[in-house]
Nanobody, 118 residues
């Protein structure tokens, strides 16, 4: 199992920025570079949704709602994946979760709260 810890969440005003980080540890059978990693979010009363993901090869994918505002990146040497969030909107408010997958392995972090409000 890979353990994931998210950080960087907090309270920010509309139009502001936050940078989330997902740090991985406990990789036994592989290295972090072999994992596909995604950021998901879940707002109160809503389904958890994919925000952005990045594959082991570095390919990225974004939800339409965040395209042009969010950027996902990875630093395999540090076993981290970041989500840079710019021009934040109140509708971005949610708990953000990191997910790492490789073959049958599927791990989730505990989540970090992002609140966009005046």
């Amino acid at each position: 199992q890979v353990q994931l810890v998210e950080s960087g969440g907090g309270l920010v005003q509309p139009g502001g920025s936050l940078r989330l980080s997902c740090a991985a540890s406990g990789i036994i059978f592989s290295i972090f570079s072999n994992y596909d990693v995604g950021w998901y979010r879940q707002a109160p009363g809503k389904q958890r949704e994919l925000v952005a993901d990045i594959t082991s090869s570095g390919s990225t994918n974004y939800a339409d709602s965040v395209k042009g505002r969010f950027t996902i990146s990875r630093d395999n040497a540090k076993n981290t994946v970041a989500l840079q969030m710019n021009r934040l909107k109140p509708e971005d408010t949610a708990v953000y979760y990191c997910r790492a997958r490789r073959r049958v392995a599927d791990s989730w972090g505990q989540g970090t709260q992002v609140t966009v409000s005046s």
